[in-house]
């Protein structure tokens, strides 16, 4: 390892937010991408396509997840920060949204304190904050848990992946800018160490660790033939930020597509 690699001046950010990786977690990522870089970590220009980890299997069967595990991802958290383009545009439908599916005082409170709060849960950075200890955009509709601002989004005919937060909709990606390159890859037991995931949902969630499946849990619940590569789960993500051509590309590399 290089003297610069290992000194201070190491840079890391979770893309999508504004947030700089710590000294370890930045550390970790280049240690796990240096062995790897050129065989199952390819380069494609400047993003460092993890072929490994994004074949790892998933099934996000969200609106099983609270009756499976008796709460989702998005009850008792918050997600990672934003900025650029996505920042602004949520923040132009923001209260909007709230007044329309929130008529419990959320909107008010929203009004009152904030949309961000920024304390040790959120590494300081501003993120939405909690309504009740939840997301502030966690809503229930018949019995189902839902993302107000995915449902609005699709009721005005926008784009869910530019108006949630990026974080919302990656998982269970993770993306990495890195002095390497733009690491793309996905949250694994080898990844959990540097991920803004960390090892909470593969300790917790059947979605990314099918050994965390209770048992008796119906067979329509997190269906096996439900597990794909993890890349799908991303894929429209992607796109919809780098082009289709470009997600195309590493679906060749990933041996997806021909």
Same mark, same amino acid.
């Given at each position: 390892?290089?003297?610069?690699?290992?000194?201070?001046?190491?840079?890391?950010?979770?893309?999508?937010?504004?947030?700089?990786?710590?000294?370890?977690?930045?550390?970790?990522?280049?240690?796990?991408?240096?062995?790897?870089?050129?065989?199952?970590?390819?380069?494609? %220009?400047?993003?460092?396509?993890?072929?490994?980890?994004?074949?790892?299997?998933?099934?996000?069967?969200?609106?099983?997840?609270?009756?499976?595990?008796?709460?989702?991802?998005?009850? =008792?958290?918050?997600?990672?920060?934003?900025?650029?383009?996505?920042?602004?545009?949520?923040?132009?439908?923001?209260?909007?949204?709230?007044? /329309?599916?929130?008529?419990?005082?959320?909107?008010?409170? /929203?009004?009152?304190? %904030?949309? &961000?709060? =920024?304390?040790?849960?959120?590494?300081?950075?501003?993120?939405?904050?909690?309504?009740?200890?939840?997301?502030? &955009?966690?809503?229930?509709?018949?019995?189902?848990?839902?993302?107000?601002?995915?449902?609005?989004?699709?009721?005005?005919?926008?784009?869910?992946?530019?108006?949630?937060?990026?974080?919302?909709?990656?998982?269970?990606?993770?993306?990495?800018?890195?002095?390497?390159?733009?690491?793309?890859?996905?949250?694994?037991?080898?990844?959990?160490?540097?991920?803004?995931?960390?090892? &909470?949902?593969?300790?917790?969630?059947?979605?990314?660790?099918?050994?965390?499946?209770?048992?008796?849990?119906?067979?329509?619940?997190?269906?096996?033939?439900?597990?794909?590569?993890?890349?799908?789960?991303?894929?429209?993500?992607?796109?919809?930020?780098?082009?289709?051509?470009?997600?195309?590309?590493?679906?060749?590399?990933?041996?997806?597509?021909?």
């Amino acid at each position: 390892m290089s003297n610069r690699k290992a000194g201070n001046d190491m840079r890391s950010r979770y893309y999508g937010t504004p947030e700089q990786l710590k000294f370890s977690d930045a550390l970790a990522v280049y240690e796990y991408i240096v062995p790897r870089l050129n065989k199952t970590i390819i380069r494609h %220009g400047e993003y460092l396509i993890d072929t490994q980890a994004l074949l790892a299997p998933v099934n996000l069967d969200c609106f099983h997840c609270h009756l499976v595990h008796g709460h989702n991802c998005c009850e =008792q958290g918050q997600p990672y920060s934003m900025h650029g383009d996505n920042l602004t545009l949520f923040e132009e439908h923001a209260f909007t949204i709230l007044e /329309a599916y929130g008529d419990d005082g959320r909107a008010e409170e /929203a009004r009152e304190k %904030g949309l &961000y709060e =920024q304390t040790a849960d959120t590494n300081y950075y501003p993120s939405i904050r909690k309504y009740k200890g939840d997301c502030l &955009y966690l809503i229930e509709d018949n019995g189902k848990r839902l993302c107000a601002i995915h449902r609005y989004a699709l009721e005005r005919k926008l784009d869910p992946a530019k108006l949630k937060p990026f974080s919302c909709s990656l998982f269970p990606l993770e993306i990495i800018e890195s002095d390497l390159g733009l690491l793309v890859t996905a949250l694994t037991s080898e990844t959990e160490r540097f991920s803004r995931w960390g090892d &909470y949902y593969r300790h917790r969630y059947s979605c990314v660790n099918p050994k965390r499946r209770p048992k008796n849990t119906p067979d329509e619940y997190f269906a096996k033939t439900g597990y794909v590569p993890a890349w799908m789960w991303a894929r429209d993500l992607l796109a919809s930020y780098w082009g289709e051509n470009t997600v195309a590309d590493m679906e060749v590399l990933l041996g997806l597509s021909k």
